[in-house]
């Protein structure tokens, strides 16, 4: 099954989409998000549609009392795809971004650079969080 996972943040939104059988995910580029999350939701609807996904995975970022604004407006985010028609999933995304960065610098990409690339990868991230607690 082919699956979207998606990294929500104010500014950019992270895009990753991929094969959930083979664990198999890669890193699209990041969209911009439009400020109103109704159209974020089209947005990523339309983008799940292009990459023929039969289900979004959104990261629902958690604090140590399990919840937060962060947490309530990817939830609301979640809501609008389903009201668009999409199956999505919410998976916890905690750390992500810290990991992509990490593994980003690793592989020897210099701060300017992993700017572009952090988003799509934390996405990556949610969709392998996600497909480890499927097995």
Known sequence: ???????????RIGIAAGEAELGVFSA????KASGT?????????????????????????????GGGRMARICAQLADHLRSLGWMVHM?????TSVAA???????GMKASQRRRFIDGEAAVRILERWADAQV
């Open 37 to 65: 999350l109704k159209k974020d939701a089209e947005t990523i609807a339309a983008k799940a549609a292009a990459e023929e996904v039969a289900s979004i995975v959104v990261g629902h970022p958690l604090d140590a009392e």
């Open 28 to 31: 699209r580029p990041a969209l």
């Open 1 to 11: 099954m082919r699956v979207l996972g998606v990294d929500f943040g104010f500014s």
């Open 91 to 95: 998976v916890d995304e905690s750390l």
């Open 101 to 107: 960065h990490a593994d980003l610098r690793d592989a």
